[in-house]
């Protein structure tokens, strides 16, 4: 059986920049790992990530994001804008990802959730990916699907609401 994952907003980015990468390029061997069984999964992203990965890019297109703080070329941010399109629409055979709406339950869900923000620093939209995550399991027949996450505030409300995630571009599970 294949794995189910979701994808936040910034595991969905970091998938997008490092499977981009022409082969042996990405950052190290675990990367390419992550990548790949990532790939290998049922992949979902949450409704508020398709809308928030086109600020992640763009915050990267001006030059906010990284180290480098260099505005990245124009034509990188349209093969990455083309490589979410493909994602989302199924027409991209690097990745496949549904997505998954958030009705009324995922709210009052997020809402509970989200109150594990007064001890740890994760956002709203955060809340209601976690949320989607924990609906998504009962849909799926029981089956649990992780959330791919490397926010280390997130990962800790997860682990107190048993929700599963994996680090998969930090390599750490639980």
């Not at 082969?23 to 790992?33: F, Y």
């Not at 990455?80 to 869900?109: C, H, N, Q, Y």
Request: proline share 2%; charged share 20%; hydrophobic share 40%.
């Amino acid at each position: 059986m294949k794995a189910v994952y979701l994808l936040d907003t910034n595991a969905f980015f970091n998938f997008i920049k490092n499977a981009s990468l022409p082969l042996g390029e990405n950052s190290n061997i675990a990367t390419e790992e992550a990548v790949n069984t990532i790939k290998a999964g049922t992949c979902y992203i949450s409704l508020i990530s398709l809308v928030e990965i086109i600020s992640v890019i763009g915050k990267y297109a001006r030059g906010g994001g990284g180290a480098n703080k260099k505005r990245m070329k124009p034509k990188v941010v349209k093969q990455w804008l083309k490589l979410v399109e493909d994602s989302t629409s199924g027409r991209s055979s690097l990745l496949s990802l549904s997505i998954l709406p958030f009705s009324e339950k995922t709210i009052a869900e997020a809402q509970k959730i989200v109150h594990h923000a007064l001890l740890h620093n994760f956002g709203s939209l955060d809340a209601i990916i976690a949320a989607t995550a924990k609906e998504c399991s009962s849909i799926k027949n029981n089956e649990n699907t992780i959330l791919i996450t490397s926010d280390k505030g997130l990962k800790a409300c997860l682990t107190k609401c048993e929700i599963p995630f994996w680090d998969a571009f930090q390599q750490n599970c639980s």
